[in-house]
């Protein structure tokens, strides 16, 4: 069955990945008060290893390790890895919806790297596009605005890292399973913050709910990645990018329902301009890739 059969249905999984994406930030940020990053990005990716052998290895073997590009499958990974501790770090400063915000400027960053990276052109249209989100992030993230400059950067830090591993996301894609793309994740997180052990300090007794929470972690995660890749078996890339922007929506109602915080005047109206710049990019590289 071809990507281009069901589209509505690729929507529809598009929207609950993303759902996951921001249970599992909204899920962090509560956890983060209390406990180490290092132990909460640990736990999260243990869950997710866990989960992918238990109800994937029986069917897939050695099929889940199986990969022609060891070496970039594992640097995608350790770049997933910072992407998740420096967005536990930043929600740990910062509120659920300005931090999502701030790390959304990704695609931004990839449609400027595509250039020198991919060798993708990169028209005006897609330059006035990440000028315009720009400005948004200046209106979440400006000075006197009250956020946390130390949650500012490690989102900074987020979407960095989330630039480059998204690129090597599309250098690897058309020639590596995608199931096996998503187990390196998890085995190569599992493992590279099971090595950062001594680092992760004093870790508290773990109280009554929280151990579900924390196994919840590894349960969103997991299952918002799995969707996603089941999204994009129903609808092409450019039919699901714009739907990628709803996270915002989720992010801005959970910060509210689960932390009782609304972002201000300027921060909605930077969070819309990231969303409508990056929207019009998704829509751009749509009207491309159908000329082409």
């Known amino acids: 069955m071809t ?11 598009m929207l609950a990945a993303v759902f996951f994406f921001a249970l599992l930030d909204a899920t ?15 736990s999260r990716y243990l869950v997710h290893c866990l989960l992918m052998v238990v109800f994937l290895g029986p069917r897939l073997g050695r099929g889940l390790v199986a990969t022609r590009r060891p070496g970039l499958q594992i640097l995608r990974a350790l770049l997933l890895v910072g992407v998740t501790a420096c967005m536990m770090a930043a929600l ?27 060798k993708e052109k990169i028209g005006l249209n897609r330059w006035l596009a990440v000028g315009v989100g720009f400005i948004g992030v200046l209106l979440v993230a400006r000075p006197g605005g009250g956020l946390s400059g130390e949650g500012i950067a490690w989102a900074l830090a987020c979407a960095a890292c989330y630039t480059v591993y998204q690129l090597l996301t599309r250098q ?87 932390f009782g915080h609304l972002p ?29």
């Open 3 to 13: 990507s281009a059969h069901h589209p509505l249905r690729g929507i529809l999984l």
């Open 28 to 42: 962090s940020k509560g956890l983060a008060a209390t406990y180490p990053v290092p132990f909460l990005a640990w």
């Open 92 to 118: 740990r400063a910062m509120p659920l919806a300005e931090t999502t915000a701030v790390v959304f400027i990704t695609p931004l960053l990839v449609a400027i790297l595509a250039g020198p990276w991919l």
């Open 172 to 258: 690897l894609s058309p020639t590596e399973n995608t199931l096996t793309m998503l187990f390196y994740t998890a085995l190569v997180g599992t493992l590279s913050m099971t090595l950062a052990t001594p680092w992760f300090g004093t870790i508290p007794a773990i109280q009554g709910w929280d151990w579900l929470r924390i196994c919840a972690m590894g349960l969103f995660g997991g299952t918002g990645h799995f969707l996603l890749i089941a999204a994009f078996r129903h609808a092409p890339a450019s039919t699901l990018s714009p739907f990628l922007y709803v996270q915002l929506l989720w992010a801005t109602l959970l910060g509210w329902l689960v």
């Open 264 to 292: 201000d005047a300027m921060a909605a109206l930077g969070m819309a301009v990231i969303a409508a710049s990056g929207l019009g990019l998704a829509l751009i590289q749509r009207r491309e890739s159908r000329r082409a």
